[in-house]
């Protein structure tokens, strides 16, 4: 087994996607919280809060806990980012060596990459669901969202896996 303290540490350039990746996540988000001050003063006091596993309101809050949503999108996207620069600390099989290093960073980096946008993108669909709930523009994604959640976060990790097994 590598130790994680003794893996070489190698600097990889960011790819194209993960560029793409970074501008669609980040501009989406700030989308979302531009869409936010836009209608600040036209929400009512309460908005969802919380919604059940079929995507019915199930809890209703201040509007002020929409700046919560906002705070942990951007605290997830920050966390992300610094272990997205770190891939020598990301965990991996015991067949990774110095000969194939550089392959498992990348693929590892990629990932983390996709994953943290689209974390930011269900964050927005979040922010964006509640506030049109609370004026009464939409009844939100209903059923449909917890599975596009699902597979949205699902589907990349089982896609890296099956990449990450190819990894000679």
């Not at 989308?31 to 936010?36: I, R």
């Not at 669909?125 to 009844?139: C, F, H, K, P, T």
Request: aromatic content about 14%; charged content about 15%.
């Amino acid at each position: 087994m590598v130790n994680n303290w003794n893996r070489p540490k190698i600097k990889i350039p960011k790819t194209t996607g993960e560029w793409v990746w970074d501008i669609i996540g980040i501009v989406i988000y700030l989308c979302s919280v531009f869409f936010l001050i836009f209608v600040w003063n036209t929400l009512p006091e309460e908005v969802p809060a919380h919604y059940n596993a079929v995507g019915e309101v199930d809890r209703w809050g201040s509007k002020m806990e929409l700046l919560i949503l906002l705070a942990v999108g951007l605290f997830t996207f920050v966390m992300m980012q610094v272990f997205e620069r770190f891939p020598e600390m990301h965990n991996y099989p015991s067949r990774m060596n110095e000969s194939n290093a550089e392959q498992f960073y990348l693929h590892s980096r990629k990932l983390l990459n996709q994953l943290k946008n689209i974390c930011l993108i269900i964050f927005a669909l979040i922010l964006v669901e509640s506030i049109s709930i609370a004026l009464g523009w939409w009844d939100g994604f209903g059923v449909w969202f917890m599975p596009i959640i699902l597979g949205g976060t699902f589907i990349p990790i089982i896609i890296g896996l099956i990449r990450q097994s190819k990894i000679k």
